[in-house]
Protein backbone atom coordinates (compact mmCIF):
# COMPACT_ATOMS: atom_id res chain seq x y z
CA UNK A 1 0.00 0.00 0.00
CA UNK A 2 1.37 3.70 -1.04
CA UNK A 3 1.75 5.66 1.41
CA UNK A 4 2.17 9.67 0.23
CA UNK A 5 3.20 11.84 3.12
CA UNK A 6 2.23 15.62 3.34
CA UNK A 7 2.75 18.43 4.99
CA UNK A 8 -0.55 19.61 4.22
CA UNK A 9 -4.16 19.18 6.81
CA UNK A 10 -6.35 17.58 4.61
CA UNK A 11 -9.64 18.70 5.74
CA UNK A 12 -12.39 15.85 4.71
CA UNK A 13 -15.94 17.38 4.07
CA UNK A 14 -19.33 16.58 3.10
CA UNK A 15 -22.57 16.80 4.57
CA UNK A 16 -23.66 14.26 7.10
CA UNK A 17 -23.33 10.67 6.52
CA UNK A 18 -20.59 10.97 3.47
CA UNK A 19 -18.30 9.00 5.75
CA UNK A 20 -16.15 11.20 7.14
CA UNK A 21 -15.43 9.63 9.96
CA UNK A 22 -14.45 6.59 8.28
CA UNK A 23 -12.74 8.03 5.42
CA UNK A 24 -10.64 10.63 8.01
CA UNK A 25 -8.76 7.73 9.87
CA UNK A 26 -8.23 5.71 6.61
CA UNK A 27 -6.60 8.76 5.07
CA UNK A 28 -4.79 9.42 7.64
CA UNK A 29 -3.06 6.25 7.99
CA UNK A 30 -2.41 6.41 4.53
CA UNK A 31 -0.49 9.70 4.20
CA UNK A 32 1.24 8.89 7.31
CA UNK A 33 -0.05 11.73 9.83
CA UNK A 34 -2.40 12.36 12.68
CA UNK A 35 -6.40 12.19 12.28
CA UNK A 36 -8.63 14.81 14.39
CA UNK A 37 -12.62 14.10 14.55
CA UNK A 38 -14.03 16.78 13.88
CA UNK A 39 -17.56 15.93 15.73
CA UNK A 40 -15.47 16.25 18.98
CA UNK A 41 -14.99 19.98 18.49
CA UNK A 42 -18.18 20.63 19.08
CA UNK A 43 -19.28 22.40 22.24
CA UNK A 44 -22.41 20.13 23.82
CA UNK A 45 -24.96 22.78 23.10
CA UNK A 46 -24.05 22.24 18.87
CA UNK A 47 -24.46 18.30 20.25
CA UNK A 48 -27.85 18.46 22.14
CA UNK A 49 -29.04 21.04 18.98
CA UNK A 50 -28.63 18.72 15.98
CA UNK A 51 -29.59 15.73 18.58
CA UNK A 52 -32.84 17.08 18.84
CA UNK A 53 -33.29 17.71 15.11
CA UNK A 54 -32.10 21.25 15.12
CA UNK A 55 -30.07 22.44 12.09
CA UNK A 56 -26.85 24.67 13.64
CA UNK A 57 -27.09 28.48 13.00
CA UNK A 58 -23.63 29.93 11.30
CA UNK A 59 -23.21 31.42 15.10
CA UNK A 60 -23.47 28.31 16.32
CA UNK A 61 -20.65 26.78 14.06
CA UNK A 62 -17.91 29.34 14.82
CA UNK A 63 -16.48 28.43 17.77
CA UNK A 64 -16.50 24.85 16.22
CA UNK A 65 -14.98 25.78 13.15
CA UNK A 66 -12.26 28.06 15.32
CA UNK A 67 -11.27 24.57 17.20
CA UNK A 68 -10.79 22.86 14.22
CA UNK A 69 -8.78 25.91 12.70
CA UNK A 70 -6.91 26.06 15.65
CA UNK A 71 -5.51 22.71 15.54
CA UNK A 72 -4.87 22.33 11.91
CA UNK A 73 -3.36 25.44 12.54
CA UNK A 74 -0.82 23.39 14.91
CA UNK A 75 -0.26 20.79 12.53
CA UNK A 76 0.72 23.38 9.84
CA UNK A 77 4.07 21.84 7.73
CA UNK A 78 3.69 18.57 9.56
CA UNK A 79 0.09 17.45 8.28
CA UNK A 80 -2.90 15.87 9.46
CA UNK A 81 -6.57 15.35 8.42
CA UNK A 82 -9.37 16.40 10.30
CA UNK A 83 -12.87 16.00 9.46
CA UNK A 84 -15.92 19.19 8.81
CA UNK A 85 -18.62 19.52 7.18
CA UNK A 86 -17.49 22.67 5.78
CA UNK A 87 -20.48 23.00 4.11
CA UNK A 88 -20.38 26.25 3.01
CA UNK A 89 -17.29 28.59 1.25
CA UNK A 90 -17.62 30.91 4.35
CA UNK A 91 -16.63 27.68 6.62
CA UNK A 92 -14.11 26.77 4.45
CA UNK A 93 -12.54 30.46 4.43
CA UNK A 94 -12.61 30.38 7.83
CA UNK A 95 -10.50 27.15 7.90
CA UNK A 96 -8.32 28.80 5.16
CA UNK A 97 -7.41 31.80 7.41
CA UNK A 98 -6.99 30.21 10.61
CA UNK A 99 -4.44 27.09 8.65
CA UNK A 100 -3.51 28.57 5.05
CA UNK A 101 -2.59 25.86 3.19
CA UNK A 102 -5.54 23.73 4.00
CA UNK A 103 -6.62 20.99 1.29
CA UNK A 104 -9.99 20.12 0.98
CA UNK A 105 -11.43 16.37 -0.09
CA UNK A 106 -15.00 16.69 -0.57
CA UNK A 107 -16.85 13.16 0.17
CA UNK A 108 -19.86 13.92 -2.51
CA UNK A 109 -22.59 11.19 -3.09
CA UNK A 110 -26.31 10.73 -4.19
CA UNK A 111 -29.18 11.68 -1.34
CA UNK A 112 -29.96 8.27 -1.32
CA UNK A 113 -26.92 6.58 -0.95
CA UNK A 114 -26.26 8.82 1.96
CA UNK A 115 -29.56 8.70 3.66
CA UNK A 116 -29.36 4.91 3.49
CA UNK A 117 -26.49 4.96 5.32
CA UNK A 118 -27.49 7.20 8.15
CA UNK A 119 -30.44 4.75 8.43
CA UNK A 120 -27.84 1.74 9.12
CA UNK A 121 -25.47 4.07 11.62
CA UNK A 122 -25.36 3.15 15.23
CA UNK A 123 -24.87 5.62 17.76
CA UNK A 124 -24.63 8.91 16.07
CA UNK A 125 -26.15 12.26 17.28
CA UNK A 126 -27.28 13.13 13.76
CA UNK A 127 -30.68 12.12 12.72
CA UNK A 128 -31.75 11.58 9.19
CA UNK A 129 -33.97 14.40 9.24
CA UNK A 130 -31.58 16.96 9.06
CA UNK A 131 -29.87 15.77 5.58
CA UNK A 132 -32.15 17.95 3.51
CA UNK A 133 -30.93 21.37 5.66
CA UNK A 134 -27.10 19.84 5.08
CA UNK A 135 -27.84 19.34 1.16
CA UNK A 136 -29.41 22.85 1.41
CA UNK A 137 -26.42 24.51 3.17
CA UNK A 138 -23.81 22.30 0.72
CA UNK A 139 -21.58 25.14 -1.37
CA UNK A 140 -19.65 22.48 -3.26
CA UNK A 141 -15.93 22.90 -3.60
CA UNK A 142 -15.56 26.24 -6.11
CA UNK A 143 -12.16 26.22 -8.76
CA UNK A 144 -10.47 28.79 -7.26
CA UNK A 145 -10.24 26.63 -3.91
CA UNK A 146 -7.44 23.63 -2.98
CA UNK A 147 -9.20 20.28 -3.09
CA UNK A 148 -10.97 17.73 -4.62
CA UNK A 149 -14.10 15.95 -4.78
CA UNK A 150 -14.67 12.61 -4.32
CA UNK A 151 -17.67 10.21 -4.66
CA UNK A 152 -18.41 7.87 -2.10
CA UNK A 153 -19.67 4.57 -3.96
CA UNK A 154 -17.85 1.78 -3.12
CA UNK A 155 -16.31 0.39 -0.39
CA UNK A 156 -14.20 2.51 2.45
CA UNK A 157 -10.94 1.53 0.85
CA UNK A 158 -12.00 1.94 -2.83
CA UNK A 159 -13.17 5.68 -1.75
CA UNK A 160 -9.62 6.13 0.46
CA UNK A 161 -7.56 5.38 -2.35
CA UNK A 162 -10.02 7.59 -4.94
CA UNK A 163 -9.31 10.22 -2.59
CA UNK A 164 -5.27 9.39 -2.52
CA UNK A 165 -5.14 9.22 -6.34
CA UNK A 166 -6.77 13.02 -6.64
CA UNK A 167 -4.77 14.31 -3.41
CA UNK A 168 -1.32 13.21 -5.95
CA UNK A 169 -3.02 14.67 -9.05
CA UNK A 170 -3.90 17.94 -7.30
CA UNK A 171 0.05 18.12 -5.94
CA UNK A 172 1.38 17.10 -8.78
CA UNK A 173 2.81 20.36 -11.22
CA UNK A 174 0.73 21.28 -13.73
CA UNK A 175 2.05 19.85 -17.24
Known sequence: MQQLHTPHVVVVMGVAGTGKTTIGPLLAARLGVPYAEGDDFHPPANIA????????????RWPWLDAIGGWAHGR??????????????????RLRAAAPGVVFVHLTGSRELIEDRMSHRQGHFMPTALLDSQFATLQPLEPDEAGVAVDVAGSP??????????LKALSEPAQ
Do not use: C, F
Not at 160 to 166: C, D, H, V
Open 157 to 166: EEITERAMKA
Open 49 to 60: KMTAGTPLTDED
Open 76 to 93: AGLGGVVSSSALKRSYRD
